[in-house]
């Protein structure tokens, strides 16, 4: 055994740099699984986090901001009734689009009637001749 290693000390040596290689290889993969492991913990904590915090902001936002729709809402009901009171809706007012409806629709009858008319003259007009 002797002899083979003094015939080939440069294939021993060739062999252990080659195992050393992929010692090397192997533990620079396992640092990368570590890492990358790591990583996925610190990013779905994060995520798991920012959850939270939405959610905390979300439940704050919503009563933060039911208060003041409620009172906006009594701002302007309490508003609506005092206008109605100086400013009371009277009979008249409410008639005038029902007059306004009434006088259009004359206005096509009457428009109607007008062209049986001129279509009734042309025709008397076309047998005279």
Do not use: W
């Amino acid at each position: 055994m002797d002899e083979n290693q003094k015939k080939d000390p440069k294939k021993v040596n060739d062999m252990f740099a080659l195992a050393m290689l992929f010692a090397v290889i192997i533990g620079l993969l396992g640092v990368v699984v570590r890492l990358l492991r790591n990583f996925f913990d610190t990013y779905n904590r994060l995520l798991d986090a920012g959850d939270a915090a939405t959610d905390r902001e979300n439940t704050i936002r919503d009563e933060h901001t039911a208060l003041p729709c409620q009172q906006i809402d009594a701002v302007v009901s309490a508003r609506m009734s005092e206008l109605e009171q100086k400013f009371p809706t009277s009979q008249a007012q409410q008639e005038v689009p029902e007059r306004i409806i009434a006088a259009f629709k004359q206005l096509i009858l009457s428009s109607l009637n007008l062209f049986k008319i001129t279509e009734k003259d042309n025709r008397c007009n076309e047998k005279s001749p």
